[in-house]
């Protein structure tokens, strides 16, 4: 049986500090207990650990949202969350950093993505896929009968394996530097607080 969430958090001042700016968009567990694509997690959301504001909690949390949210066009939330839940990472964060990927940034993300495959497989850097033109992708593209991601995903299987690594790269290397960078800038916070005088929090 959980018990309050409040009586296992881990204490960093600047991490509450944080969480009490972006209160108005960071979910509740509530919230994420009755989103569809998050529901059959049931209890599990609740967890003290997976709401922890910590530095390993948040940098993982971004990580893995990144991570899945540059990987694949389609399920980015229930993969983040079932990931978050299983590597104890913070998973409000890894959830809502997974719009990196949305109809404004796909496109030139996924163009990113082809010409760095293009250019690891060394192949000729031709005109890009229509899929892939720049811009916001059109909503009427959708398939029909299914959602707007269930049609790009659809779009985006005739592109071939220049997307596909250059997805697996983006993904991989920017869910490593954001860790290492949301890492870095933590330490380097509490080194301050510290240096100035005041006692930092439990740094995770």
């Known amino acids: 049986m959980l018990e309050p969430m ?5 204490v960093d001042r600047l991490a509450l500090k944080a969480a009490a700016r972006f209160g108005r968009w960071r979910p509740t567990p509530q919230t994420l207990q009755r989103h569809r694509w998050l529901r059959w997690l049931g209890p599990s959301i609740t967890h003290p650990l997976l709401w922890s504001v910590n530095r390993h909690a948040i940098a993982l949390g971004l990580a893995i949202g990144l991570f899945f949210g540059l990987l694949i066009p389609i399920a980015q939330m229930p993969l983040s969350a079932a990931a978050a839940v299983l590597l104890r990472a913070n998973l409000p964060t890894a959830v809502v950093s997974t719009l990196v990927t949305n109809p404004v940034t796909v ?6 993505a082809w010409r760095l495959g293009a250019t690891v497989l060394d192949e000729p850097l031709a005109a890009a896929p229509a899929v892939l033109a720049t811009g916001p992708a ?7 009968g299914g959602s707007w991601w269930s049609g790009l995903w659809e779009r985006l299987r005739s592109v071939g394996k ?8 983006m993904a991989t290397l920017t869910g490593l530097a954001a860790y290492v960078l949301v890492s870095a800038l933590w330490w380097l916070r509490q080194r301050w607080r510290s240096g100035a005088g005041t006692a930092p929090g439990q740094d995770g």
């Open 107 to 112: 496109a030139p993300l996924y163009y990113a």
């Open 6 to 10: 409040r009586l296992h958090l881990p």
């Open 138 to 144: 059109p909503q009427a593209e959708a398939a029909p």
């Open 162 to 169: 220049p997307l596909l690594l250059g997805l697996a790269l």
